[in-house]
């Protein structure tokens, strides 16, 4: 999340009337909306077949103990009830404790979030940049060698699901072909992720490779447009430098378009670590989703859940912010 | 106990151990192997059934070294991962509980009853009152000397929130439960329970012994590794324990135990060397890890996955149904397709390791011509079930799959209905009509006593038949061995015409191991590891 709002801190101030219009209004309805997502959410964890106390005891879960742990976990308290205490508990700052273990869900998964935020912004980073910079790169040869080349392995990355490149990297860089990055991302607790950057690597890596292609195949299209425009014909004909025309010229024109794939890309993040985490078994949110799901863990489901929607609004707020910001010609005063 | 064969278990009735040396030929070698750590012999114990394949293997005769941390890759745990002594729940929770705490008797190796934490246990003539004497100057981690209180705080811990334990203490008298002296208890039964030892040996009813005033936040026990670090669903850290009771080992500084959802992480974290043991391969995996110059331990374990028939309800409470089903079931295609030939095959009957399974009960095979005779007799030449079938355990989606085909040829469909393992133990477990379980391994009449009586808590196939019943009562009312063993075998011939399981095939417990893990044995228990035995291992 840190990582979008980034860009902000270069908002003009005479810009801020029509971006505090829609900010107001998008928080608003990102509000109600939040509030939508955990109704649903625990709607639908209550269709689930089975609870919380069936999915702890599993192979020893007898009539007589579920019905014990049921009773002590609350879980015979009729849903909305259950409902109206977790989001009491929320709004007056308690998240809830874990079903599965008894601990607070912010003890239990504060440092996932954590582990998964330096992913998500790791890959973010290091993705967008290369993204751009590749972009300009092929639309400035445009059909060189180069742009052929960066535009045939987009294509190739672009089909092959994260889990595959996931194994290829760690073939070739952990397990068969060298032994240079760790196999397996496991973060004893108490570690953070950049207490060992080691283990980021091949994480990190596979997002990179997963994101690239499209920030790449949109930066280079928007370049290439920009390449095209009346205004760089004019530039050229003054006798402009091609590198200033490119980065002063092309590119700020370029970037608007490509800002919306950005946010996009960070989106998907969120929900594209979860297979990243299981196959490095790296210990963030997406993997303490799935396991919360199984074992019915509802208070932990909804924080989670909640915690995605709050960045899927925020990211969708910042994206359109950013990309107002960006394109001048619409952020005119009415 | 390095050179000393484990005390005998002091009853007349508890003599186990003659009839497994006759079949192994060396358990008093595996012991001493077991315990004095000679690596020569391992997997040569029982040569006919374990493949124990590694480089290592074959270069013998080191001596157990200390130090160094275990990193063990173990499949599956969760956010409910517990380190309660008496409660743990799924497999990654036995390879912890079992490093904290020691139960008063537990299994060697090769299923034997062996006595842990206990002295002796005698019971008295109709064995109605057993009487339990601790060894003396056992420390717990905190150094406190375990004595009868511990003993009668942990059996009251455990029968009075109905943990798993209490099952295997069905008919104990809690309240006159007493102590004796400084180091021994008296435990009365209700009625005679000639089978308590065998019971409490199983390691899956954590019959464990922990201190007066227990708090699992603070676990505390007896084991040979003592707590350092926990995080329910990622990773826990324990540090040897230099008081253990038991000697030589630990050799181990540390263990770490983390989990792991996926085997293909678990592989790459052997390989990438992250990780030094990983467990509960598949057979394909197995071959993959042998080609990258690791080791693999197979198991020829004793748990079992049956499938399970209801049979009190349709078509399943015709005993013909059932019987034409058992013999659809094709046991040996089966077990070369799911593990690839290694297990032992399944005759439909339980606790294959118990001295007292009947062996001369014929195997039975398939054969399609009689299952047809037999839906024929039911009426039901054209069956339909539904079969439900989820990842509980390695192997049984696909066991269930094979069942289906095999059944198509015999003209019985079986319609798979796969749900998830949290479904599966969801609102309809034990109530399925037609679904499958697993088990570790039980002496027979234990595992009786948990899933064939009417007030079994997991009479899956609610078997409820008063003969039965009346030779259980009987069985575990006699001390006398050769009666009870009649009586067993007895029952067997029920459990082999009428009963509700299909037992095709004991399934192998296979795991990876780095060259450099020494002293892991084969364990008949269906625990992965040696069963979990980290404190007999050590680095080369």
Same mark, same amino acid.
């Given at each position: 999340m840190t990582a979008v709002a980034a #860009?902000?801190?270069? /908002? #003009?101030?005479? /810009? /801020?009337h029509p971006v505090r219009r829609l900010l107001l209004e998008r928080v608003g309805l990102g509000v109600v909306t939040l509030f939508a997502v955990s109704v649903v959410v625990f709607a639908a964890t209550q269709v689930l077949p089975g609870n919380a106390a069936y999915a702890v005891l599993g192979h020893s879960a007898t009539p007589q103990r579920v019905h014990a742990l049921e009773v002590q976990l609350g879980l015979d308290k009729p849903a909305v009830t259950q409902y109206w205490d977790w989001l009491t508990g929320l709004l007056t700052g308690h998240l809830g404790t874990s079903l599965a273990n008894n601990e607070p869900v912010a003890t239990l998964i504060g440092p996932r979030l954590v582990n998964s935020a330096a992913l998500v912004v790791a890959a973010g980073i290091v993705g967008t940049l290369l993204g751009v910079g590749l972009g300009l790169l092929a639309a400035f040869r445009r059909d060189g060698l180069l742009d052929h080349a960066l535009s045939v392995a987009a294509l190739t990355v672009t089909s092959l699901p994260e889990f595959v490149v996931g194994i290829v990297l760690v073939i070739l860089f952990a397990v068969v072909v060298s032994h240079v990055l760790p196999a397996v991302s496991v973060l004893p607790p108490g570690v953070a992720p950049w207490d060992d950057p080691r283990a980021l690597v091949l994480p990190v890596a596979t997002l990179v490779i997963v994101i690239i292609p499209y920030i790449f195949r949109m930066m280079r299209a928007a370049t290439i447009e920009a390449l095209e425009s009346d205004y760089v014909e004019m530039a050229e004909l003054k006798g402009l430098s091609r590198a200033r025309i490119l980065l002063r010229h092309a590119l700020p024109n370029a970037i608007a378009p490509t800002i919306q794939v950005i946010g996009l890309n960070f989106l998907y993040l969120a929900g594209g670590i979860v297979i990243v985490e299981v196959v490095f078994d790296y210990p963030g949110i997406g993997q303490a989703l799935v396991d919360a799901v199984s074992n019915r863990d509802i208070p932990t489901i909804q924080f989670i859940v909640v915690v995605l929607a709050a960045f899927y609004v925020v990211a969708n707020i910042l994206t359109d912010v950013v990309a107002l910001l960006a394109t001048p010609r619409r952020r005119a005063p009415r | 106990m390095p050179d000393t064969p484990p005390t005998p278990l002091a009853s007349p009735a508890y003599q186990p151990l003659s009839r497994r040396r006759f079949l192994t030929g060396s358990t008093a070698a595996l012991a001493t192997l077991g315990a004095g750590g000679l690596l020569a012999a391992c997997g040569s114990a029982t040569p006919s059934t374990t493949t124990t394949s590694s480089p290592a293997t074959s270069v013998a005769t080191a001596r157990p070294r200390r130090g160094g941390t275990l990193r063990a890759a173990l499949s599956g745990g969760s956010s409910s991962d517990t380190l309660d002594a008496q409660q743990g729940i799924n497999n990654v929770d036995f390879a912890r509980i079992l490093q904290l705490y020691n139960p008063l008797v537990g299994y060697t190796p090769d299923v034997v009853p062996e006595l842990a934490l206990a002295e002796e246990i005698t019971p008295n003539a109709n064995a109605t009152v057993w009487t339990v004497r601790t060894k003396q100057g056992v420390l717990f981690h905190n150094g406190k000397e375990l004595t009868a209180d511990d003993v009668l705080f942990s059996i009251n811990r455990i029968v009075r929130n109905n943990y798993p334990g209490a099952s295997m203490l069905v008919g104990l008298k809690i309240n006159e439960a007493k102590k004796l002296d400084t180091y021994t208890v008296s435990l009365p039964f209700s009625a005679p329970y000639a089978s308590l030892v065998e019971a409490m040996a199983g390691y899956e009813y954590y019959l464990n012994i922990v201190p007066v005033g227990y708090d699992p936040k603070h676990p505390i026990g007896t084991g040979p590794f003592m707590y350092k670090s926990f995080t329910p669903g990622l990773q826990s850290t324990f540090v040897r324990n230099p008081h253990y009771w038991e000697s030589p080992g630990p050799y181990f500084d540390q263990v770490v135990i983390t989990d792991y959802p996926d085997e293909t992480t678990q592989i790459n974290a052997l390989e990438g060397g992250s990780a030094d043991v990983v467990n509960l391969l598949s057979a394909s995996a197995s071959t993959s890890v042998k080609s990258a110059g690791y080791g693999v331990l197979v198991s020829p374990a004793g748990g079992f996955t049956p499938f399970t028939m209801?049979? !009190?309800?349709?078509?399943?409470?015709d005993v013909n149904v059932r019987q034409a089903l058992r013999y659809i079931a094709g046991r040996h295609e089966m077990r070369d397709v799911?593990? !690839? +030939?290694?297990g032992l095959l399944g005759n439909? %009957?339980? =606790? %294959?390791?118990?001295? @007292?399974? !009947?062996? =001369?009960i014929p195997q039975r095979h398939e054969d399609f011509a009689h299952a047809k005779f037999l839906l024929k007799k039911a009426g039901q030449e054209h069956l339909t079930v539904e079969l439900v079938t989820a990842d509980i355990a390695q192997g049984t989606v696909s066991a269930a799959q094979v069942l289906a085909q095999q059944a198509s040829q015999a003209g019985v469909t079986i319609n798979l209905n796969k749900v998830t393992v949290t479904e599966f133990y969801g609102t309809n477990y034990l109530k399925w009509p037609f679904a499958q379980d697993y088990w570790y391994y039980s002496a027979y009449l234990p595992q009786v006593g948990q899933a064939f009586l009417p007030n079994s808590p997991f009479n899956e196939t609610h078997f409820d038949d008063p003969h039965y019943t009346a030779l259980y009562n009987e069985a575990v009312g006699t001390l006398d061995a050769a009666k009870q063993a009649d009586i067993a075998h007895e029952m067997q011939q029920i459990d082999w015409s009428q009963g509700g399981y299909i037992i095709p095939y004991f399934p192998p417990v296979i795991d990876g191991y780095s060259p450099r893990v020494k002293g892991l044995l084969p364990s @008949?228990? +269906?625990? =992965?590891l040696g069963g979990y035995a980290f404190k007999r291992l050590w680095f080369a």
């Open positions: #860009p902000v801190g270069r /908002a #003009p101030t005479r /810009a /801020a | 209801r049979v !009190d309800v349709a078509p399943f409470n799911v593990f !690839d +030939g290694d439909d %009957i339980f =606790s %294959i390791y118990d001295p @007292e399974y !009947d062996h =001369s @008949e228990t +269906g625990l =992965s």
